[in-house]
């Protein structure tokens, strides 16, 4: 979109800075959305940052269930391999890639470190479904980096993971409308994005610092916005800046979440926890790439 364009500018309503914990095998992660200053941000539950030298989390993410939503995974820096429990090698995702799962009724899968010199750095996404989709059919979605179109224009780079900027869409199919940029800002230079009234949505500062907004942001922050029909950034910094620019339709209905399932009453969680361990929780006839 060209600047001015739209005439709401987004406010920062909330600045969330992210918590230091631990997730699957002992790998230490930076967590904004789903803590306590930041719930849930309907439709996302989740935003985990991986940034760490590679020796130190080889251990990974072993074997673990998810129902009822999907994840993201962005992997900027090293290599991620995804296996789940039927023996599906969903493959690698290099840097710059991305896979979109939906697990639906039922994955059981593992998220392992293919390299063990440098820098591991990369992002996880929950994106809760509706109701009508908690049960659909798991799916897979990869794309590697040369997958992802960017934009290009005045000291900044948009690669557009899902939703569209100056006219490139993105790869991701969505169920829930929503979009998903890497935008990248070097020293001076402007950005916009419309973002449709009525979607809730963030931007999470990964590199630099700058304003979103009008609000200064700086790294390991979400910045959550209100109400309006766009957003901007501009930096002074030397490194410039980088963000995640994540927005969606709320879906506006219960969530009920106990750990990797996500659920819109108690008894579907329970119904959850009893196909898990009774191994029923993912049917080998999914074909996940349909």
Known sequence: MAVGTSTDLRPVQQVVRGTHVSDGAGV??????????????????????????????????????HRGFETCSIMLEGKMEHEDSVGNKVGVIGPGG??????GRGIVHSEMPKVTEGNLWGFQLWINLPKKDKMVKPRYQDYQAADI???NQDGVTVRVMAGSHKGTTGPIVMRN???????????????????????????????????????????????VFGPGDHVT???????GLRFLLIAGQPIGEPVVQYGPFVMNTQSEIQKAFADFQTGRLQSPEDDVWM
């Open 28 to 65: 230490p992660i930076c967590r904004s959305v789903g803590t306590p200053a930041l719930r849930n941000l309907d439709p996302y539950l989740l935003l985990d940052e991986l940034k760490a030298p590679a020796h130190m989390v080889t251990a990974g993410f072993p074997d673990h269930p």
């Open 98 to 103: 991305v896979q979109w799962m939906t697990a």
């Open 149 to 151: 179109p960017s934009v």
């Open 177 to 223: 409308p929503g979009l998903l940029m890497d935008v990248m800002l070097s020293k001076g230079a402007s950005f916009s994005q419309d973002v449709p009234r009525g979607w809730n949505g963030f931007a999470y500062v990964c590199a630099g610092s700058g304003r979103i907004c009008g609000t200064q942001g700086s790294c390991e922050h979400a910045l």
């Open 233 to 239: 950034a501009t930096t002074k910094d030397e490194e």
